[in-house]
């Protein structure tokens, strides 16, 4: 059935489009014939209109997240095709973009950046948890970004960038809101943001802070109480600008983010009824914080804008708790865990000297320095039986020195028709990694890894309202190790696992066009790609083993669809957002092979779903002197997901959802509904586990903005 999904998708999603009965999500409610003039991306870490950006950059303002009612990064998603969330907690958040939902070890093979700090942590694949409340836009770059993000950005990069605080006038924003999920607890939010001028025209500051509540959805097995697995988050972020001259402008913020998950939210023993694992009457759970602080400084000089960005992450981690199962020859296992990261940071420091833009040449080029360290203090107590009672701590230190040179050049050719670029960034990591576990000697290893990576892109523009772009990349990710248990238990099996796992590349071959038609009413980015990995890093299973394999080739291939539809009905617009994606493992060690459960050669990979969408519906009219009424309908549909340590596969997913609006220039009042056919997963399976789907939730907020 999957097969013939991939085969059927692309001829549905022409027959959707010439029907005009799909649109795409990332496009304002008034649609103008240059709208895509309009929109400036930075997906060059420059300023430029969407029709000039050559590569698959989607871009979604704060507003139009909030009018479909997204409040966290989680969310968007369902905007993005080809990019999808396979499982996890609001720690260890893991995405796929094109085939990267396997990558569950070593750094993140997506790059995420807030308002132009990395959000990175070595050795730590996870993303942020984020608030997307006062946020000017979220940018997804679909598709490996290896000449100016480089380390991260192996299958694409997300930019988050909060709002510029106000150099003229008060601005302030305040929201509540609560909901109820069916089976489950309430849930809650209160957010507000204060934009205020400290020198009018030249220097203003911002703050912003909130709280929230995820109802919490499931019982214990053998702890009392029911809805056990709720989340309680705080946020707050100050950020000041500071237009020092004409020329020059700082840009300084700091972040902070405490998350307090009860229970294990992201996996569970069954989805209906939902029911939390074993435990041993020890539920436990996650308790994670997240500071970052950064300052950028612009400055224009006579050969182009010299940018400095410099930023520093702190992060604190413990996860604490029990686990509990019966064995048929020694009778009840009862442990305590306990996992905890204190001594986590990242330094990251970059300059960029980028053209003005003006004439047909347009170029950028820079260096990067980073420097990170994850410390990790692991235990595990054996309670029962008495013959393995007992503590094992294991210690995991990784740092990480490095350093990158980059740059890129274009050339505008018959009035701007054809624009060839050519990029490259050599890469350099110094890491070292301790492993100290009981019973083993104490693990130092010391690798480089490093790597040139070119870009060559074709742009072509005949008229306003199309471009054609073909981009070839290279991505990159760095190197890791294995641990000495897992060297050594492999070897009786005959898989020669190396400590050092060496670095993953990929060269990625893309088309995609952006078209304007019926002036500027129907809108659509259409994009093919082809991506051939080198040493695919996965964290697979054997036995009671964790080990970290290279997976020699694999090819990931896909369809991606956008549409907008403004159409002739005063109010009314379609959306659809789509995608098709072939990936799989197309050469595996016959050895490694036969014992690695969760990887087949030539079988689609674990946590990439092979197909998804989402269709929206859009309608909005006046009611009374400035209020206006909105009704939005979507339907997001996904399919089911590999396990990576078992044969198992997830059900499909689906979201229905509703809103209705009744709003003006300051207030606005939502009532909101999410999953409305009750679809109760799960989401995805994970270790023999599920992985959470929200039931069916119901909810309202009220908002105030003054400015």
């Not at 996890?88 to 132009?116: C, E, H, K, L």
Request: proline residues 5%; glycine residues 8%.
């Amino acid at each position: 059935m999957k097969k013939s999904m991939i085969k059927i998708a692309p001829l549905a999603l022409a027959c959707g489009l010439a029907a005009g009965a799909a649109a795409g999500p990332a496009i304002a409610e008034e649609v103008s014939n240059a709208i895509m003039e309009q929109i400036v991306v930075t997906a060059s870490k420059r300023e430029e209109s969407l029709m000039d950006a050559a590569q698959s950059v989607q871009f979604l303002s704060g507003e139009e997240l909030w009018n479909v009612g997204f409040t966290k990064l989680d969310d968007v998603v369902q905007l993005i095709p080809g990019v999808s969330l396979p499982s996890g907690t609001a720690s260890i958040r893991t995405y796929n973009i094109r085939g990267t939902g396997a990558m569950t070890t070593n750094d993140s093979p997506v790059g995420f950046y807030i308002d132009q700090m990395p959000y990175y942590i070595v050795d730590y694949p996870y993303a942020p948890d984020s608030e997307l409340f006062d946020l000017d836009s979220v940018q997804v770059l679909r598709g490996p970004q290896g000449t100016l993000y480089g380390q991260g950005a192996m299958g694409g990069t997300m930019l988050i960038t909060t709002m510029r605080p106000d150099l003229e006038q008060v601005r302030a924003r305040v929201r509540a809101g609560a909901s109820s999920m069916r089976d489950g607890g309430d849930g809650h939010m209160a957010d507000a943001s204060l934009s205020f001028p400290l020198i009018p025209g030249e220097m203003a500051m911002s703050i912003t802070a909130g709280t929230s509540r995820d109802p919490g959805l499931a019982e214990g097995f053998d702890v009392p109480g029911s809805d056990l697995d709720k989340d309680d988050r705080r946020y707050g972020r100050v950020k000041l600008y500071w237009e020092a001259s004409d020329l020059v402008s700082v840009t300084a913020i700091y972040h902070h983010r405490d998350v307090e998950s009860s229970g294990s939210r992201g996996t569970y023993l069954s989805a209906d009824p939902a029911l939390l694992s074993p435990s041993g009457g020890s539920l436990g759970g996650t308790d994670f914080e997240v500071d970052m602080f950064g300052i950028t400084v612009d400055w224009d000089t006579n050969i182009g804008t010299l940018t400095s960005s410099t930023s520093y992450l702190e992060y604190k981690y413990l996860l604490a708790g029990g686990l509990a199962f019966e064995d048929p020859f020694f009778g009840t296992f009862l442990s305590n865990l306990r996992d905890e990261r204190d001594n986590v940071d990242t330094f990251n420091q970059e300059f960029r000297l980028a053209s003005d833009g003006d004439g047909p040449w347009s170029w950028i080029t820079g260096v990067t320095y980073t420097k990170g360290q994850h410390v990790v203090s692991s235990a595990n107590e054996t309670i029962l039986p008495a013959l393995f009672a007992g503590t094992v701590v294991t210690e995991t230190d990784t740092e990480s020195t490095q350093f990158a040179v980059f740059g890129e050049i274009s050339h505008e050719f018959k009035d701007g028709l054809i624009t060839p670029l050519v990029g490259l960034r050599y890469f350099r990591d110094n890491r070292e990694k301790m492993i100290q576990a009981a019973g083993f000697t104490t693990l130092e290893q010391d690798e480089v890894f490093d790597l040139v990576s070119p870009r060559f892109n074709l742009r072509i523009t005949p008229s306003d309202d199309t471009m054609y772009f073909l981009n070839v990349s290279r991505g990159f990710r760095s190197g890791t190790f294995n641990a000495p248990t897992d060297v050594a238990g492999l070897a009786p099996l005959g898989i020669a696992l190396d400590v050092a796992v060496p670095e993953a590349t990929l060269w990625s071959y893309e088309v995609g066009a952006r078209l304007s038609l019926l002036e500027g009413q129907l809108l659509m980015e259409p994009s093919l790609y082809y991506a051939d990995y080198d040493d695919f890093q996965f964290s697979g299973t054997v036995g009671l083993l964790f080990p970290q394999f290279s997976l020699e080739e694999v090819v990931a291939k896909g369809v991606e669809m956008l549409v907008t539809w403004n159409t002739p009905a005063q109010g009314l617009s379609l959306t659809w957002a789509g995608s098709v994606n072939s990936s799989e493992a197309t050469s595996i060690d016959a050895v490694t092979d036969a014992n690695l459960i969760g990887v087949d050669q030539d079988e689609q990979l674990p946590f990439v779903p092979e197909w998804d969408f989402r269709l929206g519906v859009n309608y909005e009219w006046p009611v009374m002197n400035d209020w206006t009424a909105s009704v939005l309908a979507s339907f997001y549909r996904r399919d089911g997901q590999r396990d990576f340590i078992t044969p198992l596969v997830s059900p499909n997913v689906e979201d229905l959802s509703l809103r209705l609006e009744l709003a003006n220039q300051n207030w606005r009042a939502t009532l909101w509904s999410k999953n409305l056919t009750d679809d109760k997963g799960p989401a995805a399976i994970s270790a023999g586990l599920v992985n959470r789907w929200d039931r069916r939730t119901v909810g309202v907020t009220l908002e105030y903005t003054m400015d």
